[in-house]
Nanobody, 126 residues
Framework: VQLQACGGGLVQAGGSLRLSCAAS????????MGWFRQAPGNEREFVAT????????RYAESVKGRFSISRDNAKNTIYLQMNNLKPDDTAVYYC????????????????????WGQGTQVTVSS
């Protein structure tokens, strides 16, 4: 399994970026997929996740109303549209796959995800 994330970069506060993550080698295209991020000196934290059908979505409180996750199962790809970016959003963003299909309660934990991409750097300047 390979997850290839791209779309990161340097942007000014208030700007936008769109990340994408293409998966290959998965048994099913309808696994749960999500985004996490890790800033220097911090633990990896949950950002957003989407169920296999795309009908159920969950966001971290810090990104609600600014970020939007979506998926195209025909392309085995998920996206993260990030608007109104803030300096606190600066981090390496990782996409991940959870080999289940339906979201459950609670905040997703990184331990629940089975496969990880290599990460893409997002830097937001003030």
């Amino acid at each position: 399994v390979q997850l290839q994330a791209c779309g990161g970069g340097l942007v000014q506060a208030g700007g936008s970026l769109r990340l994408s993550c293409a998966a290959s080698g998965l048994t099913y295209s309808t696994y749960i997929m999500g985004w996490f991020r890790q800033a220097p000196g911090n633990e990896r934290e949950f950002v957003a996740t989407i169920s296999g059908s795309g009908g159920s979505i969950r966001y971290a409180e810090s990104v609600k109303g600014r970020f939007s996750i979506s998926r195209d199962n025909a392309k085995n790809t998920i996206y993260l549209q990030m608007n109104n970016l803030k300096p606190d959003d600066t981090a390496v963003y990782y996409c991940a796959v959870d080999r289940r299909f339906t979201l459950y309660g609670g905040i997703p934990r990184s331990e629940e995800y089975d496969y990880w991409g290599q990460g893409t750097q997002v830097t937001v300047s003030s």
